[in-house]
Each structure stands twice: as structure tokens, then as C-alpha cells.
């Protein structure tokens, strides 16, 4: 099997609580997930789900109760492996008496860099996140969606191999939301790996090899977005118009109107006689289209399963 | 080291540009109106005051800026998890940590220098030329910067483990119980067993002895400090500091961030 570029093994942590600190609360269980080289891995869950944990775990903000986790075939508690990565923090929050050219000529410090390098990276990375006009303000005056653009210029100004990055389209703007997209989209053309973590499944859908999906600290699925969803179809749906009045055909009660089209959604086996009765009707088909079902509703799914488990280990505690 | 020194750099200029030298207007307001005052009130001593006032007002600036910026140097940081981005680096823990001490201790040199330099521009306003005696002064703000640099470390290790508020209550216990550490070590108090005596003394020489620092009466006097004095005051601050430091790595080596 080759190297991948993130390898998770048995990760957990827990937090003690409690006024002495006795009692524990398992924040993640028992992870293990590998992200290919060159791959964008998309991982989901719910608000308090486990990402931003596994994340801090990995660039080692926080230590594990068990388990290890390696990047690009090193260990991370390897420091020197951390040149070769980049992390973008949730709501991430910079020196706010510094510029943003400051911030990242700081950052940019930390690796090998000659000044003038350093100059050249920061002044490419403000103007691919399009800070450029703004380079020379405090970051006090920097609206929240132009922090996440300094927190991500910051994470890619090394030309890393893997970028991490916790909640990217957070804070951001439709504009904002497309603008990462694009870069995130750059990154996996120039061949770096990318893990990031969201609750919008459209960016996961549109943006990711592969997703993980972690509900309750323990991850429940693994896969390409179209194989993790039950592919097989649920039925069809056609969209149509129809000019005039009604008519009288059982078919069209059934037929829901956004607007002057109308769409009806049936079982495979009637869509012939469907297509011939609007077709009598004198309809115009606009569409035939597979119902499949939506990452959405496979990520509702297993929240909503873990939620009944929860409240059923609440019943039997009481 | 190229880390310690950006992290320091930073440091530095983070106080600058945070106002922390302001404080220098205050002092250059106080030096005044005590070499105006000193003048009127005072007959043949006035030196001996501008001194002693400028020594206690060096120090008394410094070791408030030392507790709560030396507090507040990874606290701040935490809090407001600017950290974050840094410790996803190649930088190693104790690297951040070097160089937020080095770097507050720099502040600490600026500023105290630049008292320094008030106090003798009041000595001088009050009574000129000034005296080679008078360059014994410069020994004293040297010992109270090493002091400084004790204080910062101690705040930066009890920063690491517990919250802002205990930190600071904690740093400024230690040094008022340093300020006795000497006593401590050579008392002969009635009534007290021997078993006691010997804890109390063991204690003392845990404790930082800040008296190690002060020489202000010998300087107010105009009397020499003793090289050997100054030479094992520094080895002392030295030692003690690098051992503070080292646990407050330690200790922050392991801690879970927020």
C-alpha cells in the first residue's frame, strides 16, 4: 500500500471534567482514516462532532489519550514534519496590531526562507487572497471573512504538501466561499493534499475526492461522496410545462408547481405510461432525472441516529 | 534560534505598539516634579532623594510591567488562540517560550534604560557635574533588570499552568516572599524548634532571594557595589531563571490547548 499522506490509527481523546477532574468525556473514539497523496478529503459532522479535535490532534494543539497519527510518513510530534504542512485554525484570530503583511512576513519566518524570498511569497500569497490593497492595515480594522483570508495565505505561504484546513468557508461571503474554493481547487491541481473540515455538504460535494463522516467523536463513513450515499436510485422525476388549463389526469394531483413548471416524482417502473399520459396531456418534458439520495440526507441520518442512541443511553442511565 | 528570535521580535514589538512605553511619559513626569520639588524642600540631600525616588520608581514600574506582561504573554495568546497558527509550525514549544521571555526582557532593557537615562537627567538638573560615584547607579539598574528577568520568568511558568488571576497572585507572592528569603535563612526566633528552623532555612534557599538585587542604599551613599556582589547576583539570576524556564517548558510542553 503507498505512503498516504495523512495515516490515523486508533486516535482518542478525552477530557477530564468534573471539579476534581475525575470524571471523563470522550471528545473523539477511537479514529482511524488514511487521506491519499494528492487527494481533497472533506470532513464532515455536526457542530461538537470530533473535527476540529482530530484537527488540533494532528498539528498537535492538543495530545491523545491513544493511538498516533502520521503525515507524509512522520510522526507529528515530528516538528520538523511541520514545515511540510499548512493549517488554517477555526475563526482564526492573528496579531491584530500587525498588518497583514507583517503577520505573514512573521509566519513566513519560520521556515527556511531568505528575506527575499519571504517578500516575494508574502506579496504573491496577499495578492492570491486578494489582500493586496489592504496589505499595509492592522488586522484590528480586518472584517472576519479578511482574517480567514490572511488565516489561509498564512497556511499555504510555504508551498506546503498537505494543508489542513478547519472550517475554510467559515465567516465568508458567497464571493468569499468561492474565492477558497478556487484555491483549495489550485491546491489538489498543483498536487498537494488537502483535508478540511466543514458542516456545508455542497462544498464537500462539489470540492472532495472523498469525505469522512464523524458523528459523536467516532467516524461513520469513509468513501467518495457518490459511493458513501446508497447510489441506487429511489425513483424518477420528471419537470415539465403545461400551457393552458388541467386537465383532468390522475397523474398531474400528484404534480408539485414551482412557478410554470411543474415536476411529479414516481416509481421507475411507471415512468413510460407517466411520459405518455402528460404527453396526451399535451405537455412539454423538460427533464428525466434519477431521485438518488443527497449527502445531506445520509449525514441527517446518522445524526439523527446518534442523537436516538444518546437520549436511549439517557433513559436506561435514569 | 532563528525561531526564539522572531518570536522575541514579535514580542517586542507587540509592547511598542500595545503603548507599553508610555509608562517612560509617566516617569519622566514623576523625575521632573521631584527634581522641582526635592529642590525647594530639601537642603544638601537632594541627590540622595532623585536617586532613591528614581531606583524605586525603575523598579516599582518594572516589576508591575514584568508580572502582568509576563502573565500575560502566553495567556493572551492562548486566549485569543494566536497560537494556533505559530505552534502548527516547525517551532518547538520551548522555542515560543524563549522567545516571549527574551523578548519581554528586551522591552523590560529598553525601558529601564530609558529611566535610566531620565534618572540622571534629573540628577544632573538638581546638582552638576555629576560625580564618577554617580556611575554606581548604573550597577543598581542593572541588578533591578536581572530582578525584572526572574520576575518575567516566574509569571511565564505559573502562566502555564493555572489562570491569569492566579498567576499574577502567585508571581507577586513569590517576590514579596523572595524580598524575606534572606531573613528567612538567618533567624534565631525564640520558641522554635530546631526541625523548624532547618524547613524555614530549606525553604529559603528555594525561594528567590531578591535582596540579592538590591543595593540601593550602598548607591544612594555613593559607596562602591563589590564586583564579586554584582558577578554572583548574575549567576544567580541566570541559574535561577534557565531552571524556571526549564519547568515552564516542561509544563507547557504537555498542555492541551483550548
Redesign the interface.
Known sequence: MPQAAIEIENLSKEYPYGFLHLKRKKSLEDLSMRVEDGEVFGFLGPNGAGKSTTI?LL?????PTSGSARILGQSIDD?????S?????E?????D??TAYEVLD??A???ALTAGDRHTRVAAMLKKVGLDTAKKIQLRKYSKGMLQRV?LA??ILHDPQVVVLDEPMSGLDPLGRREVRDIILELKREGRTVLFSTHVLSDAEMLCDRVGVIVGGKLRGVGAPGELVDMKPQGMEILFELSGEMPNVPLLAKAMRTGDRLRVQLPDAELYAALDQLKAAGARILSVAQIKPTLEEFFMNLVEADRAQASAVDVSGK | MRNIRAVAANTFREAVRDRVLYNLVFFALLMMAAAILVGQISIGIEKDVIISLGLTAISVIGILIAVFLGVALVSKEMDKRTLYALLAKPVHRWEFLLGKFFGLVMTLGVNTAAMAVGLYAALWSVKHPLAPADAYILVAVYLILLKLALIVALALLFSCFTSPFLAILFTAGLYVAGLFAGDLRTIQAVGLDPATLRFMRGVSYVLPNFQNFNVMAAVVHGQPVPGSFVWSATVYALLYSAIVLAAAAVVFSRRNLK
Not at chain 1, 475563526?91 to 496579531?95: M, N
Open positions: 488540533k498539528m498537535r494543539l492538543i495530545f516538528v520538523s514534519m511541520h514545515g504542512i499548512g493549517y488554517l485554525p475563526q482564526p484570530y492573528f496579531y496590531y500587525l512573521y509566519f519566518r519560520f521556515h488565516g498564512q497556511a
